[in-house]
T-cell receptor, first 113, second 114 residues
Framework: AQKITQTQPGMFVQEKEAVTLDCTYD???????LFWYKQPSSGEMIFLIY??????QNATEGRYSLNFQKARKSANLVISASQLGDSAMYFC??????????FGAGTTVTVRA | NAGVMQNPRHLVRRRGQEARLRCSPV?????VYWYRQLPEEGLKFMVY????????ESGMPKERFSAEFPKEGPSILRIQQVVRGDSAAYFC????????????FGPGTRLTVL
């Protein structure tokens, strides 16, 4: 069974607008971590944001925020005020068993001027 | 403040040759992880190492693949007798003191098997 599901293979967003990337996860663990990574066309994996399962507040990092809904097992990424440099593939990942990351299939975001 | 370094960035091998991928973690990081990304897919865990120890290699193919993280020097992912299906991007990540810390990724090595 898929542990991380990203249902949007590709999205277009207008520059300066916000975009929400969906991520749902499946785990029976009580303690886990959720991550978002950005992969631009150059290929590297850039860490964006982290949410722990026990964190009560939604994580924020600059223009990135994570909408964590534990009961629904969702961890959506919101990018506010999109910029052209935000065009990339975005991966949601979950850490269980203390270290192993499981990744979703990714969502490609294209920002239009 | 150097991040995770991987080399080479691109590697081309013919079927049957050996591929050696190197990873230098962030200075001070003692945990190293290798992941593989097949085309159009997310990353898949391969192996987790600490200095001189393999902690979890449950994601490694049983044959032809091996990994090490010696006391001195970079971590090495070695693929013997490569086949076309080994063509992928191989990413190394490292984390500081505990395995629950955030993993920071290197730029990846893109292996192409002809």
């Amino acid at each position: 069974a898929q542990k991380i599901t990203q249902t949007q293979p590709g999205m277009f967003v207008q520059e300066k607008e916000a975009v929400t990337l969906d991520c749902t996860y499946d785990t029976s663990d009580q303690s886990y971590g959720l991550f978002w990574y950005k992969q631009p066309s150059s290929g590297e994996m850039i860490f964006l944001i982290y949410q722990g399962s026990y964190d009560e507040q939604n994580a924020t990092e600059g223009r990135y925020s994570l909408n964590f809904q534990k009961a629904r097992k969702s961890a959506n990424l919101v990018i506010s005020a999109s910029q052209l440099g935000d065009s990339a593939m975005y991966f949601c990942a979950m850490r269980e068993n203390d270290y192993k990351l499981s990744f979703g299939a990714g969502t490609t975001v294209t920002v239009r001027a | 403040n150097a991040g995770v370094m991987q080399n080479p960035r691109h590697l081309v091998r013919r079927r049957g040759q050996e591929a050696r991928l190197r990873c230098s973690p962030v200075k001070g990081h003692s945990h190293v992880y290798w992941y593989r990304q097949l085309p159009e897919e997310g990353l898949k865990f391969m192996v987790y190492l600490q200095k001189e120890n393999i902690i979890d290699e449950s994601g490694m193919p049983k044959e032809r693949f091996s990994a090490e993280f010696p006391k001195e020097g970079p971590s090495i992912l070695r693929i013997q007798q490569v086949v076309r299906g080994d063509s992928a991007a191989y990413f190394c990540a490292s984390s500081p003191q505990q395995s629950t810390d955030t993993q920071y990724f290197g730029p990846g090595t893109r292996l192409t098997v002809l």
